[in-house]
């Protein structure tokens, strides 16, 4: 078993840019969140997927469109890319998070992807 | 008020010394509660989850919980250089839909020779 891979591991854009980070886990885990971490800021949630057909905004959602295309993956989308949106990105995968199933959701990380908008 | 707050640190513990990283939330209604060490470049690992007030050992790590005074702390006996890591405290905030982790900004540990 993989876990939870993420793709590109790094990029690099242009200010306006648009890119899709992926996120893919063999785990048949019901929930999936994407996180961005910045020096000193700990892991923010930008969106989640409790379930598949379900997404949720997070504490940082501004900028970001995401996808939950099957219960495996859960795309996120940066459709105009700023310099503020520099950071390294984590997607998560969990067995709970859902209504009545959250009780313990222990999340599983992906490598990362360490993004620069230029 | 951060939902999640840690010391940011960095604390620095000798070699086989007791290290002791705090962590307070504002969610009185929070069940599930979570330590993640991150090595520097590298996703965050679970090292400790606990659910219900007192104390979890498990080898060198005793996760404590006080769901009334809303504070969690984590206790790594035998410090050893390999400890050396960003911990992150998670706390699980269930919500009317579903429920989502918040975490902490992250204590810097550094365990010295």
């Known amino acids: 078993n993989a876990g939870v891979t993420q793709t590109p591991k790094f990029q690099v854009l242009k200010t306006g840019q648009s890119m899709t980070l992926q996120c893919a886990q063999d785990m048949n885990h019901n929930s999936m969140y994407w996180y961005r971490q910045d020096p000193g800021m700990g892991l923010r949630l930008i969106y989640y997927?409790?379930?598949?057909?379900?997404?949720d905004k997070g504490e940082v959602p501004n900028g970001y469109n995401v996808s939950r295309l099957n219960k495996r993956e859960f795309s996120l989308r940066l459709e105009s890319a700023a310099p503020s949106q520099t950071s390294v990105y984590f997607c998560a995968s969990s067995d709970g998070g859902g209504r009545g199933l959250g009780a313990k959701n222990i999340q599983y990380f992906g490598a990362g992807t360490r993004l620069s908008v230029l | 008020q951060k939902e999640v707050e840690q010391n940011s640190g960095p604390l620095s513990v000798p070699e086989g010394a007791i290290a002791s990283l705090n962590c307070t939330y504002s969610d009185r209604g929070s069940q599930s509660f979570f330590w993640y060490r991150q090595y520097s470049g590298k996703s965050p690992e679970l090292i400790m989850s606990?659910?219900?007030?007192g104390d979890k050992e498990d080898g060198r790590f005793t996760a404590q919980l006080n769901k009334a005074s809303q504070y969690v702390s984590l206790l790594i006996r035998d410090s050893q250089p390999s400890d050396s890591a960003t911990y992150l405290c998670a706390v699980n905030m269930v919500q009317s839909s579903a429920s989502k982790i918040i975490f902490g900004s992250g204590t810097r540990l550094s365990i010295r020779p």
């Open positions: 606990i659910y219900s007030n």
């Open positions: 997927s409790a379930s598949e057909g379900t997404t």
